[in-house]
């Protein structure tokens, strides 16, 4: 949840490409060109999300199209310089080929023992934590399900009425004698009886009833004699299992950098959880977004500069161009993600009231705002009026008035007149 919403509300708007600054220098694009950023560089910038949030870093190939190559194609190297890290990617199978056309871009750099570093990887105890907990949960209310029942023996308690009665036991065993054949004919005659009285209950109640008995007494289990039923004391399980999920749950998506009340509310409705209001939990996120919004357009940046390299050199003359470095930074593509801003439009349209931003930024924020095409935005601002947009001069705000005040006891003075 966390990264399909740091990734929509980047990739919400697109991505655009520009020269240098970004001041009115967009790279203009074939058909074709569009279409593969559209189909390939879009899925990219997830894929790329994914690796920096898992691993904290990111190998990419960079072909006619950049892709992140899945785990287990490569093993990586990590050389420790005195300036910081060397990275070096392998193929799978090879001990010392390199992969060719392979870059790394590290965002979280690895711990000093050679353990990745990275947002995952710093929650993922807690996970498993509340995964034990869960199963643990579970095996609980399976026993209390099916629990397991035990039978005790309960002997007699008078010690002395036991061994009388085992004497008298030993001492008439040859003389107590049953007779077998009386023993028979008379179970024999209570069996009759017995199914003499289940007939009458038959033709009575009709033989579903009998049906519904039978399965009844079928999960009686008799004890054996002397035998009682002893049950186990249960467990009751943990009763703050709830509350323990919602304190991992804040864990994770402080981590990432995503407010829970923005994916869970416990409330209801609205976004206020635990005395935060909208726009703290608006700048929270902000602040998450233009880190990603940096870091994923400075990797998309040298990406299509290392792939267009050859289609930018032809625009550049190096004969007037005296720094290497200003050319670059001239002459270089940027790629940068339009966010939509985390303001209303009562903000908006004091902001252009107040003549801070320009129609063209209200107008298009606005519409991002309310989730409409770009395409529906007038060219102008609407004509002047007092209810809208252009407030009045003060000149023309106090003159009225003035007037107002000194022709209202005119008026008044009239009407006692007449």
């Known amino acids: 949840m966390c990264r399909h919403l740091i990734s929509s509300q980047l990739l919400n708007n697109g991505i655009q490409f520009c020269y240098g600054g970004c001041k009115d220098r967009g790279v203009e694009m074939e058909a074709q060109r569009e279409l593969l950023i559209e189909e390939k560089w879009v899925p990219f910038c997830c894929e790329v999300i994914d690796s920096i949030l898992c ?105 002395s009425e036991k061994e009388g009665v085992d004497y008298d036991f ?17 179970n024999k005659n209570a069996v009759g009886i017995l199914n003499q009285q289940k007939d009458l209950y038959d033709k009575f109640l009709g033989k579903k009833h009998a049906a519904i008995a039978h399965k009844s007494l079928s999960n009686v289990v008799p004890l054996p004699l002397g035998h009682i039923m002893k049950a186990p004391p249960m467990n009751t399980g943990r009763n703050d299992l709830v509350a323990l999920h919602k304190i991992i749950e804040e864990e994770v998506c402080a981590t990432i950098g995503v407010p829970r009340s923005m994916i869970i509310s ?14 703290s939990i608006h700048e929270s996120f902000m602040h998450t977004l233009m880190f990603w919004k940096k870091k ?22 190096f004969n007037q161009e005296s720094d290497a470095f200003e050319a670059k930074k001239k002459h270089s593509v ?61 000149e023309t705000v106090d003159a009225p008035k003035k007037k107002s005040t000194e022709q209202q006891p005119a008026k008044k003075k009239q009407k006692v007149n007449k």
């Open 55 to 159: 691993y904290g870093f990111v190998v990419v190939h960079i072909g006619e199209f950049p892709s992140v190559l899945k785990l287990g194609t490569y093993w990586i190297k990590v050389i420790v310089e005195p300036h910081g890290y060397e990275w070096k990617v392998y193929k799978r199978a090879s001990v010392d080929e390199e992969m060719e056309n392979v870059y790394v871009f590290p965002i979280y750099d690895p711990m000093t023992d050679g353990t990745i570093n990275s947002p995952v990887y710093k929650v993922i105890p807690r996970l498993l934590f509340l995964k034990r907990m869960r199963e643990s949960a579970v095996n609980m209310e399976q026993n209390r399900a099916f629990p397991t029942v035990y039978s005790e023996i309960k002997e007699g308690q008078n010690q």
């Open 170 to 186: 030993y001492a008439n065993a040859g003389v107590a004698e049953t007779d077998m054949n009386l023993r028979y004919n008379r």
């Open 266 to 279: 416990d409330s209801g409705g609205g976004f206020q959880s635990g005395g935060n209001n909208e726009e």
């Open 296 to 317: 994923l357009g400075n990797i998309l940046s040298d990406v299509y500069n290392i792939i267009y390299i050859e289609e930018l050199k032809k625009k550049v003359n």
């Open 334 to 394: 940027t790629v940068f993600f339009p966010v939509t801003p985390f303001v209303s439009n009562d903000t908006l349209r004091t902001l252009y009231e107040q003549g801070v931003i320009s129609w063209d930024k209200y107008a298009t924020y606005a519409l991002m705002n309310v989730s409409l095409p770009i395409e529906d935005k007038e060219k102008g601002p609407p004509e002047i009026d007092e209810l809208l947009f252009e407030k009045p001069k003060e």
